[in-house]
């Protein structure tokens, strides 16, 4: 059904409507209602009438119709002209006084006007529905909320919504810093935390708020989940930032503790005397690898500045008639040494199956006093030592109390079995091979089970760096063939006078015998004299040589020797 209203005066607000069955007529505000189909009112079709007689007695009505305009008069108001005229309401585009749907009383649309030009079409005018899913009038939203946020409406965070009455819902809106937990928010910043990171799934650190009012997890970690996070320096094989180089390692792969700390184990350091990082060697650290896994019989390898290289040059075969290795002998060779050169009395000297020196042909003016079937071990009283005094020549290690260092040998020189190139010197006495050691100032009898390679020249609690004119001496001395190192303690027992010293000394042969000299064990003011708080011997883990332990047998211008079987 189509509304048609007509203004019925100039000022009038309110329209008179008339539907699409009665079109062209219009209700005045009296309710009356008049026929508009040929006229706009009753009284202008009666004056129309009484117009046309009297043009028709006039002799000149026909010509008025058909020009309107010839006597220069204007023409007849006419519907559709785009004017409004005559009894017009409205006319095309041209509404008049009432040019909206609003100012008719609707909420929206397009007012129009009827073809009769005699009222208003309303058929496009109306009012504003929510839940249409378009936003109108005064609706803050219908359905959705469309661009609006949180944000845009004054909060911080969260969520905005529509309710079915076309209006912001923002219960699930926030605002950061009020002390309150709004709906999207972890935490806020003027409230303490509620949750920890312990809580949250991670095994340790510190969870904080963030300025947005979220979980700041920065500071949480789980170690062993491979990924670096808060105070981890790593994770598993997240290592990131840093190499043994730049740690100030010579090479290696820095790893990753399980307690997710930096691990340097596989990290480098040539010339450390431990094959670590990735050296194939480092002085006499040679890993797994020996003369004998290279294919030889005895022998010590060598390894190059670089500790990059392993060298076999001092290896040997036992049986291909070449000293060789740590060999003293071979078949008939015995490199021009006689029993008397190994300080023995006489006979003849021999070489064994293993390629070193038989001394069972050699006249031993000693005392045997133990064989652990590696060595015999040999007494002598003989007034005169054959060890050399160095005080003067040799090189002072400048040893402290309970103190240690290391020197090289100046050849191979083979204790156990084993071929070593430096030996480990103790300011307690003690020789040792292999890895840097220090018995310790409380001796012990043999075999010790904390210790491995030993050599117990004096072993007790001595003091050489206040010895008055002492300290700890070592020398290399001989022909290539020949050598031997030569170690001397110049010192006073920890409790005796720093004038008076104890003298003994130590002689290793490039053959493999040993000679250790007692010179001086009395030391004013000590009362272990002779070492009656020491102890004498050798060992190789659980095998050993002992002479004395905690006995007073070590007396001035006794002679121990330790030849090699």
């Known amino acids: 059904m189509r509304l048609t209203c007509l203004v019925l005066a100039a000022g009038a607000v309110l329209p008179a409507c008339i539907s699409d069955a009665t079109e062209g007529s219009f209700s005045d505000p ?22 046309d007689a009297a043009q028709d007695e006039g002799g000149n009505g026909s010509s008025a119709t058909s020009n309107g305009m010839d006597d220069g008069s204007p023409g007849e108001p006419e519907c559709g ?27 929206r649309g397009q007012l129009a006007c009827t073809a009769n030009c005699g009222g208003y079409d309303l058929d496009d005018c109306g009012f504003f529905v929510c839940g249409n899913g378009q936003e109108e009038g005064e609706e803050d939203c219908d359905g959705t909320v469309g661009a609006a946020t949180c944000a845009t409406i004054g909060f911080d965070n969260g969520t ?11 219960a699930g809106c926030g605002v950061c ?114 003369c004998v896994t290279q294919g030889f019989d005895s022998g010590g390898l060598t390894c190059n500045a670089a500790c990059d290289t392993i060298g076999t040059e001092n290896c040997g075969t036992c049986g291909n008639n070449t000293i060789d290795g740590s060999e003293t002998c071979d078949g008939g060779l015995l490199g021009g040494i006689t029993c008397a050169d190994l300080g023995l009395l006489g006979g003849t000297l021999g070489c064994n199956g293993a390629c070193q020196y ?29 060890c050399d005094d160095i005080n003067g020549s040799g090189t002072d290690l400048l040893l402290s109390d309970d103190d240690e260092a290391t020197a090289a040998l100046g050849f191979t020189f083979t204790f156990y079995g084993t071929a070593f190139t430096e030996v480990t ?56 063939g020949n050598r031997r190192f030569v170690v001397q303690w110049d010192t006073p027992h920890f409790f005796g006078d720093n004038n008076d010293l104890i003298r003994v000394q130590a002689m290793l042969h490039e053959g493999g015998a040993i000679d250790v000299c007692y010179v001086d064990t009395i030391n004013a003011g000590n009362v272990d004299e002779s070492g009656a708080g020491a102890t004498a011997g050798i060992q190789s883990d659980t095998t050993s040589v002992e002479f004395s332990c905690n006995t007073p047998d070590l007396t001035d211008g006794l002679h121990l020797m330790y030849l090699p079987l």
């Open 358 to 386: 038989d001394f069972s042909g050699c006249d031993l003016q000693g005392i045997p006093f133990g064989d652990d079937g590696v060595y015999q071990g040999l007494s002598l009283d003989a007034g005169i030592l054959p």
């Open 81 to 107: 002209n785009g004017i409004i005229d005559g009894e017009d309401v409205c006319d095309g585009t041209e509404l008049g006084d009432t040019p909206s749907c609003v100012a008719l009383g609707f909420e």
């Open 177 to 290: 810093g009020n002390a309150d937990i709004d709906p999207a928010e972890d935490c806020d910043t003027e409230k303490g935390l509620e949750e920890s990171c312990q809580g949250l799934g991670f095994m340790t650190g510190s969870l904080a708020c963030g300025d947005d009012c979220l979980f700041d997890m920065s500071g949480c970690s789980t170690c062993g989940n491979d990924v670096r996070e808060a105070d981890e320096d790593c994770d598993g094989p997240d290592v990131p930032g840093k190499t043994c180089a730049g740690e100030g390692f010579d090479s290696g792969s820095l790893g990753c503790t399980t307690s997710c700390d930096y691990d340097f184990t596989a990290c480098g350091t040539c010339g450390n005397a431990l094959a670590d990082g990735d050296e194939a060697c480092d002085g006499t650290d040679f890993g797994t690898d020996s």
């Open 425 to 480: 010197i103790g300011s307690n006495g003690t020789l040792g091979f292999g890895t840097a050691f220090e018995p310790g100032l409380t001796n012990a009898c043999l075999p010790d089970p904390f210790e491995d390679y030993l050599i117990a020249v004096y072993w007790d609690d001595l003091d050489p760096v206040d010895g008055v004119g002492g300290g700890v001496f070592h020398e290399t001395i001989g022909p290539v």
């Open 30 to 51: 009296d309710g009356d209602t008049s026929d508009g189909a040929t006229s706009h009112d009753s009284g202008a079709g009666e004056g129309a009438a009484d117009d």
């Open 160 to 170: 905005l919504f529509c309710t079915t009455d076309c209006e912001y819902n923002d």
